[in-house]
């Protein structure tokens, strides 16, 4: 009786081989990277340097450094915010970096063959 489907010999074709160690090399290439930058720190200042937080590529604070002029007992709203405005720009120098590897990773896609068909 005949076989159905599959390729010719049982075996996969040259292409599609060389497809899937090219695959497999980017996914280890994407995990070293991902690793790398969830390692890195970033580090944004606010208030002319008076709030200074750190966060890591993983989106977590990991220092967070008060000049002694910012802390006003008069004015806590006012540390309240220059905390927010360095969290959040520490964070947008993470995503920032994140977005730059993933798209030097995504635009190799197009090596494996012209990109995919969808």
Sequence with gaps: MAKRGGFPGGGIPGNMNNLMKQAQKMQKQMEESQKALEEKEFTAAAGGG??????????????????????????????????????????????????????????ALGGLGGGFPF
Excluded at 76 to 104: G, P, Q
């Design 50 to 107: 008076a709030v200074e937080v750190t966060v890591t590529g993983k989106r977590e604070v990991v220092k967070v450094k008060l000049q002694e002029e910012a802390v006003d007992p008069d004015d806590v709203e006012m540390l309240e915010d220059l905390i927010m405005a360095a969290v959040n720009e520490a964070l947008r120098k993470a995503e920032e970096e994140s977005a730059a590897v993933m798209s030097r990773m995504t635009g």
